[in-house]
């Protein structure tokens, strides 16, 4: 690599696993517009961070605001302050998969993770105990997983791997532990996914 020399070759690597980066001067975000920001400008209209955006104001779209600000989603926190669907639910990465890429391979599956975490007071709540099968469920779908209840994950919040296939069943219940099932496809106005918003119910199966 020219940008760092001393990277080791992939035998090297793959024995130590871990190969250290050693730089000069700390890594700074925006290193180049805050030493000189008329040579390199942002890509806005002044050319510098913008918390005001006179693009998005002549857009005049009620749902991309000039200054930001919170706009309630359909499928978001509004859910979780109802209680029908009180556990936040994330989707970290996988280290046996990128993405939904490799699900398949028989050798990665001594990488995967793909239990449902669950705080064990929810669990407690619910009746779940540690390797029980439940479901998981809110307005988009419904899915059958096998949690593990541990204390690592914070109350309110459970965890379960994306990537996995879908593999619905004759009521259309997906047994693949696809967290896609879960988690709205709206977009916002400006195109982003709208992470953070999914909210689900547990119970045991």
Known sequence: MEREPDFPDFKTLKRSEVHKLKFDRPKIAFREQIEDVEKNPFPTPSGKIEIFSSMFEKMNNPLIPAVPEYIPVEKGNEDNLTGNFPIALISPHSKARVNSQFDNIESFEKLKDDDLWLNAGDAKIRGIKNGDMVFVFN??????????????????????????????????????????????????????FPSNTCFVQIEKA
């Open 139 to 192: 307005r988009s779908g419904r899915i059958h997983v096998r949690v593990k209840v541990t204390p690592d994950i914070m109350s309110g919040v459970a965890s379960l791997d994306e990537g996995q296939w879908y593999k619905p069943d004759m009521d259309a219940i997906d047994k693949g532990g696809c967290v896609n099932v879960l988690t709205s496809d709206d977009r916002s106005p400006v195109g982003a």
